[in-house]
């Protein structure tokens, strides 16, 4: 197999020495080492190499056990953050003696997959519920369960279910779903024997209430965002509130601000009120059709987009095409609402709407002939977020998305969809983080030499690993410092020579 000169020549001027951290990291990457080999790694002496098996890569099961079991609880924390572990691996943490390592658990995987899954219930009642006493604590109970629920390891599912759970603690948990309760699960706990569940359930009902949290104009920060958007406002608030320009756009999307205010509102001045108010599920008909019909292009999208009647979980989901989120309360709300119904988003695939459609593309059940549509979609933001968000997306969507998004990327490298052969013409691609996907792909007609002298270090790194590589093409590249790292990454080295590059690097076996 054809080598680079600078491969050769640089050989004599490297002593083996001199390379043992750059094959220890790709050994440490390479994905057909078997779990012996794998396992040396997991000496103090890999260094950086121990670090890239804990968070970088998906692990034979006895390597993630030895890894979950390391007496060095850096190495388990990193392993709690992994992101291709399945969540009853990362779980069997959530009793781990060090509170850095069960706080990795609770943070979640990075990067954070699209939908992640969740931990298992009892992995979740682990987390929330045991206690060691002496131990000074990284997370409050409410910043562990906002943290859990903001990384989408504890879904709304799990919250309704505590409901009637026999831990208080626990139950009080359904309050932060109000809006997925029925009333009578609402009663149950508003008359709940704790204290403390219902105090929480009064609050949510005090939401509504004009003479609570709204009854006095909220001092300055967060809070004043807050209660304007969220809560029910006396008269002499909602007054102030309607009086100042910095306010009213907080107000128009309020779900208890009155009809009086809504229509008032609605021929605002500032168009970014308009279209908040034309965001709502709540609009009176006249006052719809005249946003329809608003001067501002946005206004009379986001109106006309959605005709009456509609819900606020359909409303919520399409603000988020429209970048609307800024001004909800993020993730916590929104998760609060259950989603809308899967006839809608069949209806929302099939609309002329662009954000309808693409509001269609990340819902994860949207059947396989409405998938094969939108895949086909003539907008290409539609046909991207398909491939980020839909797990039946055709092979070539995700790799036109990987080429032309870059932020997705980590999150489509995650994926067993992205095509990982057939992709010699992106050989030259001007991007050097597609070039390395085309430089790792195992079918090409020939080894790609030349990528081992490519400007970037991950298209060599990529090339280097190609199987199309073996025998004295890979020993040269092993001793060459551009791709040393690759080339031991390299599926093609049998398992002897793995463990003779270790031996160099002095790890014991």
């Known amino acids: 197999m054809p080598i680079s000169p600078s491969a050769s020549s640089a050989s004599s001027a490297c002593s083996a020495s001199d390379l043992t951290d750059l094959w220890l ?15 040396r790694l997991l000496h103090p002496a890999a260094g950086a190499a121990r ?91 409410g910043e562990m369960v906002q943290e859990l629920i903001s990384s989408h390891q504890m879904p709304p599912s799990f919250q309704y279910r505590m409901r009637v759970h026999e831990n208080p603690v626990l139950r009080e948990l359904a309050t932060g779903v109000w809006h997925r309760l029925t009333a009578e699960e609402r009663q149950a706990l508003l008359t709940d024997p704790d204290p403390d569940v219902r105090a929480s359930a009064e609050s949510c009902v005090g939401e509504a209430d004009p003479t609570g949290r709204g009854a006095v104009f909220p001092g300055p920060g967060h809070y004043r965002w807050l209660v304007l958007s969220s809560y029910a406002l006396s008269d002499a608030v909602l007054e102030a509130a309607l009086a100042d320009p910095e306010f ?18 609605a021929r605002d001045a500032d168009p970014e009120v308009r279209e908040r108010v034309a965001a709502r599920a709540d609009l009176d008909p006249a006052v719809w059709a005249e946003l329809a019909e608003d001067p501002h292009e946005r206004v009379r999208t986001r109106a006309r987009i959605q005709p009456l009647p509609r819900t606020t979980s359909q409303c919520r989901a399409v603000n988020h095409e ?81 080429v032309a998004r870059p932020r997705q990327r980590p999150h489509l490298l995650m994926q067993s969809r992205l095509p ?25 007609g020939r080894a790609p030499a030349a990528l081992l002298t490519d400007p970037d270090d991950r298209v060599r790194r990529a090339a280097a ?33 793995l463990h003779a590059l270790l031996d160099l690097a002095d790890l014991p076996r």
């Open 420 to 444: 990982r052969t057939g992709l010699s013409h992106l050989l030259d691609h001007e991007d050097p983080e597609v070039r390395a996907l085309a430089a790792a792909d195992p079918t090409l």
């Open 248 to 265: 009213r756009c907080s107000v128009a999307g309020n779900p208890y601000a009155p009809p009086h205010a809504v229509a008032r509102l």
């Open 465 to 497: 690993a190609n199987p199309l590589f073996t025998g004295d093409a890979v020993e040269a590249l092993l001793h060459d410092p551009a791709t040393a790292e690759g080339a031991a990454a390299n599926q093609a080295l049998p398992p002897a020579r």
């Open 51 to 141: 670090q890239i098996l804990c968070e970088e890569r998906g692990l034979p099961d006895e390597v993630a056990d030895a890894l979950l079991a390391h007496p060095d609880p850096g190495v388990r924390r990193s392993v709690a953050r992994n992101p291709h572990l399945t969540p009853a691996h990362r779980g069997r943490l959530a009793e781990d003696p060090n509170v850095v390592v069960r706080s990795g658990v609770v943070f979640g995987p990075r990067p954070r997959p699209r939908r992640p899954c969740p931990l298992p219930d009892d992995v979740l009642l682990t987390l929330l519920t045991t206690e060691y006493p002496g131990e000074p604590q990284l997370l409050m109970f």
């Open 25 to 39: 990291r790709g050994v440490a990457a390479n994905q057909g080492a078997p779990a012996e080999v794998l396992l």
């Open 322 to 402: 429209m970048g609307g989120d800024a001004h909800d309360c993020g993730c916590l709300i929104l998760e609060s609402y259950p989603e809308p119904d899967l006839d809608w988003y069949r209806a929302c695939a099939e609309s002329e709407e662009v954000m309808l459609r693409l509001a269609a593309a990340r819902c994860p059940a949207l059947p396989a002939d409405l998938v094969a549509r939108l895949a086909e979609d003539p907008h290409e933001e539609v046909r991207h977020r398909l491939a980020s968000w839909h797990p039946l997306a055709p092979a070539e969507t995700v790799l036109a998305a990987f």
